[in-house]
């Protein structure tokens, strides 16, 4: 089979390889994959900045969908045509994380999805929504359930207020994930033409920060002078304190990227920290039932996720194009 693997780290040292084609053992899946998409964690892994020690080669890139090609002995989950994801914690089924549980991250301490065909445990897979393609589901395991938990971290009603930061993946699967649960979102973006794709979506009001970059106060006066209920984090130190003058009272900041590495000449506003009440949760993707509760809710509502397709042979090109940031929603890669 083909795939692609890490065998030093940089964009331009991922290597299109041969490998034998596994097969399943007792408990075990042997899934043909037919798409994969990438998030920004896949860019850091490729780079090396994820975790500089990785053990090479290593396949990346942790979401991916296909189809169940043979089962191992002793599986009863699943059988041959089965349409199916991958969960991105392989040993996170259900309950709060533990570090047991965080350990078997696919692309990361074991090979992901970007080959031909993969092995998993029976456990580590999810059944694909009927009405997706296997590039709608391949969006899902790692960008959709993080949204999914960064709203119930923010407990979420309707009427409640939503800040999106960008317009990536995990930023528009919580517009979209919001407005199912009747809030009203707000986004910012340094691109007015990415605004007006996610005003298409269902965003209720839009700044471009590169030409107001005190946001905060807009939040603040789209809201009264409230502040939004939940901040969905992808910036990181550099955005973080704005977040907190843009939160209200008692709400919350889902943290849940680090786009923007090192912090600006603003310190963490700790005093506001402390004024507001304010929560700040990290949000780590999620369980194989939070994956499962989120299937529910799409398939009910017919959630379409957004994205760019490529072919997979253009993995090279499909991340820098991540690196560039200017995609909207999530990147996929056709396989095969």
Known sequence: MRVWQISSFG?????FAERPTPAAGPGEVLVRVHAISFNYRDLLVVKGLYNPKMKLPRIP??????????VG?????????????????QNWL?????????????GGDIDGMLAEYVVLKQTGLVEVPEYLSFQEAATL??????????????KVKPGGTVLIQGTGGVSIFALQLARL???RVLGISSSFEKLELAHALGLDASLNYLDYPD??????????????DLVVEVGGLATLPRSLRAVRVGGVIAQVGVLSGSAEADALPIVSLLHKMARIQGIYVGSRKDFEDLNKAITLAVLR?????????????????MEEATHFGKLVLTVG
Not at 94 to 106: I, N, S, V, Y
Not at 141 to 154: D, E, F, I, R, S
Not at 215 to 228: F, I, K, N, S
């Open 11 to 15: 964009v331009d040292s991922l290597e």
């Open 61 to 70: 890139c942790s979401d991916g969908a296909g189809e169940v090609a043979a």
């Open 73 to 89: 002995e002793g599986v009863s989950r699943w059988k041959p045509g089965d349409r199916v994801a991958g969960i991105f914690m």
């Open 94 to 106: 259900d309950g709060e994380l533990t570090g047991a549980k965080a350990r078997g991250a696919l």
């Open 141 to 154: 395991p790692c960008a959709a359930v993080t949204a999914w938990n960064a709203l119930k971290a923010g």
């Open 181 to 183: 649960r009747g809030a």
């Open 215 to 228: 946001w905060e106060r807009w939040v603040l006066d789209e809201t009264g002078g409230e502040g939004v």
């Open 305 to 321: 996720p957004v994205g760019e397709n490529f072919h997979w042979s253009q993995a090279r090109e499909a991340l820098i194009r």
